[in-house]
């Protein structure tokens, strides 16, 4: 089966702009979050979505950041009037329901470079 | 605020050697995560305990609820075992988001 996948796999763009990057999460899988690891500040969480409950947003490290997640499937991290402190690997991870089991499953992450 | 610290940083052993890494978290965590990551490579998820020890081939998992301390091992360590590996924490359950650990940087040396 496959597993988490995210898109585009580097994106590299200009200080001001705007930036989307996209995660399709395992099939099933009710629960995702969005990481981010960079050289300064290691792995952080940054936003988390369970089924169709509202999001923890308490990662989110500004409001330049926001996500949202589509039908309970692929999610999209915007990141507007990119900063070149943003330039960072964002990762995606899915998890199945319940509590028993929560091991997340990341994906390859999005290498992002701000010049 | 969670929070979880691992050690040492850095490790580097001979092939063969018996490998521990520790990690130690702060209240309110109640599920622990290992996570493995090779240079240039995505992390891939070894271990998730809330209690006791697991075992998958040559990799063990101990956490210490009274003490908030958990450890890695290797046994047998092998040069492919070279890799960071990062202590996580979450609570609510374990199903919330991780709190990170700033990762152990193994090499092991033939």
């Known amino acids: 089966g496959a597993g988490v996948s995210q898109s585009p796999s580097n994106k590299v763009t200009e200080k001001g702009k705007d930036v989307e990057l996209r995660c399709d999460p395992i099939?099933?899988?009710?629960?995702l979050y969005w990481y981010r690891q960079s050289l300064g500040q290691g792995l952080e969480f940054l936003i988390y979505f369970q089924g169709n409950s509202a999001p923890d947003k308490s990662g989110l490290p500004s409001d330049r950041f926001s996500a949202e997640r589509t039908g309970g499937s692929v999610s999209t991290l915007t990141i507007q009037r990119t900063q070149q402190e943003d330039s960072a690997v964002y990762l995606c991870?899915?998890?199945?329901?319940?509590?028993?089991?929560?091991?997340?499953?990341f994906g390859p992450g999005t290498r992002l470079t701000v010049l | 605020k969670n929070e979880v610290e691992q050690s040492p940083q850095n490790l580097t052993a001979q092939e063969g050697e018996f490998i521990t890494i520790n990690c130690s978290y702060s209240v309110g965590i109640s599920a622990l995560h290992w996570l493995q990551q090779h240079p240039g490579g995505g992390i891939v998820s070894l271990f998730m305990l809330s209690s006791g020890k697991k075992k998958h081939g040559r990799l063990i998992a101990t956490i210490n609820i009274q003490e908030k301390h958990s450890s890695l091992h290797i046994t047998a360590s092998h040069p492919r075992d070279s890799a960071v590996y990062i202590c996580a924490g979450n609570s609510g359950g374990g199903a919330d988001g991780l709190t990170f650990g700033k990762g152990t940087h193994l090499i092991i040396q033939p």
């Open positions: 991870a899915s998890r199945g329901g319940g509590t028993v089991n929560n091991e997340q499953f």
């Open positions: 099939s099933g899988h009710t629960a």
